[in-house]
T-cell receptor, first 115, second 114 residues
Framework: AQTVTQSQPEMSVQEAETVTLSCTYDTSENNYYLFWYKQPPSRQMILVIRQEAYKQQNATENRFSVNFQKAAKSFSLKISDSQLGDTAMYFCAFMSGNQGGKLIFGQGTELSVKP | DVKVTQSSRYLVKRTGEKVFLECVQDMDHENMFWYRQDPGLGLRLIYFSYDVKMKEKGDIPEGYSVSREKKERFSLILESASTNQTSMYLC?????????????FGPGTRLTVL
């Protein structure tokens, strides 16, 4: 069975600095997708970034980028120029390419951006 | 924009009551999902559905059932609520098919069972 592990329950960063959230996963499959979702306080969960396992190039979305290390089964999220609005719970998630849309989530990392 | 709505933001029920949580999406998504979110455990899949009247068990289906009579609506039912079902419940939906795997989430229902 696939598992996703986020080993940092809480993190904090100063506004305008860079922070990296860690995620590791376990799977025997070769075809899968990885995601980072963001859940701001009292607001809806939204997708931050998505990575297809067969793509070697790391995904980037504005200030958000990933470091995808397939062999190490690692998928970290880097947030550059952190803003107060980045304060949220961040979840790493895995989706098998063979199991039609089911997401397996990590435990979450609560990120606080301090002014 | 995709909109996923849930019938209540907060709900308080008594042990043994039958509880209905409703989820509606307006983007004609085939897939719908129910998760529960607990601190330190992340989100865990309860049930999901790929089509009307179809349902599949997720990782923690015990004590829950679901209903999908219409494509846009997916209901989670707690037949006899228990205190260990106190949690945040999140609904999500997505299209089927390659490249359409992003799930869109509702605002959540925080259920307290006394």
């Amino acid at each position: 069975a696939q598992t996703v592990t986020q080993s940092q329950p809480e993190m904090s960063v100063q506004e305008a600095e860079t922070v990296t959230l860690s995620c590791t996963y376990d799977t025997s499959e070769n075809n899968y997708y990885l995601f980072w979702y963001k859940q701001p306080p009292s607001r809806q969960m939204i997708l931050v970034i998505r990575q297809e396992a067969y793509k070697q190039q790391n995904a980037t979305e504005n200030r958000f980028s990933v470091n995808f290390q397939k062999a190490a089964k690692s998928f970290s999220l880097k947030i550059s120029d952190s803003q107060l609005g980045d304060t949220a719970m961040y979840f790493c998630a895995f989706m098998s390419g063979n199991q039609g849309g089911k997401l397996i989530f990590g435990q979450g990392t609560e990120l606080s951006v301090k002014p | 924009d995709v909109k996923v709505t849930q019938s209540s933001r907060y709900l308080v029920k008594r042990t043994g009551e039958k509880v209905f949580l409703e989820c509606v999406q307006d983007m004609d998504h085939e897939n719908m999902f129910w998760y529960r979110q607990d601190p330190g455990l992340g989100l865990r899949l309860i049930y999901f559905s790929y089509d009307v009247k179809m349902k599949e068990k997720g990782d923690i289906p015990e004590g829950y059932s679901v209903s999908r009579e219409k494509k846009e609506r997916f209901s989670l039912i707690l037949e006899s609520a228990s205190t260990n079902q106190t949690s945040m419940y999140l609904c999500a939906s997505s299209f089927s098919g390659p490249g359409t795997d992003t799930q869109y989430f509702g605002p959540g229902t925080r259920l307290t069972v006394l």
